[in-house]
Nanobody, 121 residues
């Protein structure tokens, strides 16, 4: 079993910053890509940023230059530094990881429970 636990969400004023963390634990043999998605009310879940095991990153156009994704492989943890936050960044942010569990034969997608980020104007 694999669990992803997010932390760091909250309420912040426009222009402020937040840092999200997501730690993976459990029966983990290896983790490939890790990423952050978000879902605002009435909208579909969308990719915010992703990072491969080797460090290659991908960002949504709407967050480029403001958000930075990073990871600590030894800790099975991924981070999302969010700067210059805007009200339109308000959403539930979900952590995602592509995990090869111990005792399994393949990779599986895992999700965290989500953390609320609210940006006030």
């Amino acid at each position: 079993q694999v669990q992803l636990v997010e932390s760091g969400g909250g309420l912040v004023q426009a222009g402020g910053s937040l840092r999200l963390s997501c730690a993976a634990s459990g029966s983990i043999f290896s983790i490939n890509a890790m990423g952050w998605y978000r879902q605002a009310p009435g909208k579909q879940r969308e990719l915010v940023a992703a990072i491969a095991s080797g460090g290659t990153t991908t960002y949504a156009n709407s967050v480029k230059g403001r958000f930075t994704i990073s990871r600590a492989n030894a800790k099975n943890t991924v981070y999302l530094q969010m700067n210059s936050l805007k009200p339109e960044d308000t959403a539930v942010y979900y952590c995602n990881a592509d995990v090869h569990g111990t005792g399994t034969t393949g990779w599986a997608d895992h999700w965290g429970q989500g953390t609320q980020v609210t940006v006030s104007s």
